[in-house]
């Protein structure tokens, strides 16, 4: 792995292991085995270094975290709830100690430079569009009149929300409750949408 692509990769650890603020230039070189003066040379600042790693993540979604979660999935609402139960094996994998990146981030730089901010704003809203598409292929399973983006968004905040009660409370009892209401909705929705618009009314 060459030099810049390493440097990335610890930033992306490290920023999300013990955040962002408390990350030093120095814990990166020194974790990727890099001399200083590459580093500040691939990244004068210590933002130029996390705007790299928020491109990367935005790039590398598909392949880190879509691709794992929807192996073999054909069912576009079954996708959903595999994009949610690698989240949940995440978050197993590492006792609860698993923080989504992005919503770290996002919480710990409460102002954030229009660069980060926006780069911020570009990856959630790539996630919330993966899921649209789902939401989108499951075509009249769900009721024609449901704003399929803002459902996209609702299973966003799902996630980010069971993910933070899980890791603050070191327990998947949240998320497990979060995605276990999420799905009742979602049976929900399927049945309203096999009413079609007789069904309408239920949901207002």
Known sequence: METRARLIETGRRLFA???YNATT??????????HP??????????????????????????????????AGIDDPIER?????????????????????PIGSLALELHEPDPAVR????????????????CLDAAGSRLPVHIDRQ????FVLTTMEGGVMLARTQRDLAAFDAAVAILRDYFSLLE???ARGNYGRAWLG
């Open 17 to 19: 292991s013990q955040g």
């Open 191 to 193: 049945t309203v949408g």
């Open 118 to 133: 926006e780069l911020l704003a570009r990856n959630f809203a790539n996630w919330i569009a993966r899921v649209q598409e």
């Open 150 to 153: 803002h459902l996209a968004s």
């Open 25 to 34: 230039v120095a814990d990166v070189a020194k974790e990727a085995r890099a």
């Open 80 to 100: 959903v709830f595999a994009l949610l139960a690698l989240y949940r094996k995440f978050l197993t994998d590492t006792e609860c100690l698993f923080g989504c």
């Open 37 to 70: 003066g590459s580093l500040y040379h691939a990244f004068p600042t210590k933002q130029d270094l996390l705007i790299a790693v928020l491109e990367d993540y935005f790039a590398q979604f598909d392949a880190h975290v879509l691709e794992p979660a929807w």
